[in-house]
């Protein structure tokens, strides 16, 4: 008995072992395209947010608008995976994304998705009306070398409350169908969006500089804050 327990134990002890080592992989952003999923319908979506080719002028699908995205209706057969989208919408919400399959289950913020929650009018507060935009953690460092900071808190210093031109890949992300306005079965307090269709991961990110209420919209920074923070960036 105590020999059973004994090898039980040191099983556990080797998974756990294994878990930090691929978070440790994560933390110096070895953790691969899959992320740490054993489920191959999970893994195959890790590796498509995973993607860093960029998305062109002739890649943007013009008929993906934000006031498209807020369609009524079961959206689920609406656009396909993978198509480039580009859209105007005004930035209610940014939040780590913490940790998932997809980051290895890290523990840093920085291998963490930043979640960017998107409304069509500044005045539009229910969440239920939110469309959801990723930036991940390799694009992050993609973006990086070129000095553009898009950590979490500096995206949420430089674009929350402020109209924004988001660019990226559309993808449906399944889990969020029974949450989401237009695909749930039941409508309740659970509604987070408005759409499963989200923009994952984002490419390029910029001010929407022509609208007269940026500034007056926006939150006032703390002096010093983000500094490094800059309007756009795409990286290849």
Same mark, same amino acid.
């Given at each position: 008995? @105590?020999?059973? %327990? !004994?090898?039980?134990s040191?099983?556990? &002890?080797?998974?756990?072992?294994?878990? +930090?080592?691929? *978070?440790?992989?994560?933390?110096?952003?070895?953790?691969?395209?899959?992320?740490?999923?054993?489920?191959?319908?999970?893994?195959?979506?890790?590796?498509?947010?995973?993607?860093?080719?960029?998305v062109?002028?002739?890649?943007?699908?013009?008929?993906?608008?934000?006031?498209?995205?807020?369609?009524?209706?079961?959206?689920?057969?609406?656009?396909?995976?993978?198509?480039?989208?580009?859209?105007? @919408?005004?930035? %209610? !919400?940014?939040?780590?994304?913490?940790? &998932?399959?997809?980051?290895?289950?890290? +523990?840093?913020? *920085?291998?963490?998705?930043?979640?960017?929650?998107?409304?069509?009018?500044?005045?539009?507060?229910?969440?239920?009306?939110?469309?959801?935009?990723?930036?991940?953690?390799?694009?992050?460092?993609?973006?990086?070398?070129?000095r553009?900071?898009?950590?979490?808190?500096?995206l949420?210093?430089?674009?929350?409350?402020?109209?924004?031109?988001?660019?990226?890949?559309?993808l449906?992300?399944?889990? @969020?169908a029974? %949450?989401?306005?237009?695909?749930?079965?039941?409508?309740?307090?659970?509604?987070?969006? +408005?759409?499963?269709?989200?923009i994952?991961?984002?490419?390029?990110?910029?001010?929407?500089?022509?609208?007269?209420?940026?500034?007056?919209?926006?939150?006032?920074?703390?002096?010093?804050?983000?500094?490094?923070?800059?309007t756009?960036?795409?990286?290849?």
């Amino acid at each position: 008995m @105590a020999r059973r %327990i !004994a090898f039980v134990s040191l099983l556990c &002890a080797a998974a756990l072992a294994g878990r +930090a080592l691929l *978070a440790q992989g994560a933390a110096t952003g070895d953790c691969p395209p899959g992320g740490d999923a054993t489920k191959a319908s999970l893994k195959q979506w890790n590796e498509a947010t995973a993607r860093l080719d960029d998305v062109s002028d002739d890649d943007v699908d013009d008929t993906v608008t934000m006031e498209a995205l807020e369609e009524p209706g079961d959206d689920r057969l609406r656009w396909q995976d993978g198509e480039g989208v580009e859209i105007t @919408a005004f930035v %209610i !919400a940014v939040r780590d994304g913490g940790a &998932a399959s997809s980051n290895c289950h890290s +523990a840093r913020s *920085a291998d963490h998705d930043t979640i960017l929650e998107l409304v069509p009018t500044q005045d539009m507060i229910d969440r239920a009306h939110r469309i959801h935009a990723v930036v991940t953690p390799r694009w992050r460092r993609a973006v990086a070398a070129d000095r553009v900071d898009w950590s979490t808190g500096a995206l949420r210093a430089h674009y929350l409350q402020r109209w924004v031109i988001v660019r990226g890949w559309l993808l449906f992300d399944s889990p @969020a169908a029974a %949450i989401s306005l237009h695909t749930a079965g039941l409508l309740g307090p659970d509604l987070a969006r +408005a759409s499963a269709w989200e923009i994952h991961p984002v490419t390029s990110l910029e001010l929407q500089e022509d609208v007269l209420d940026q500034q007056a919209a926006a939150p006032s920074p703390l002096p010093g804050d983000y500094a490094r923070s800059k309007t756009s960036s795409s990286a290849p």
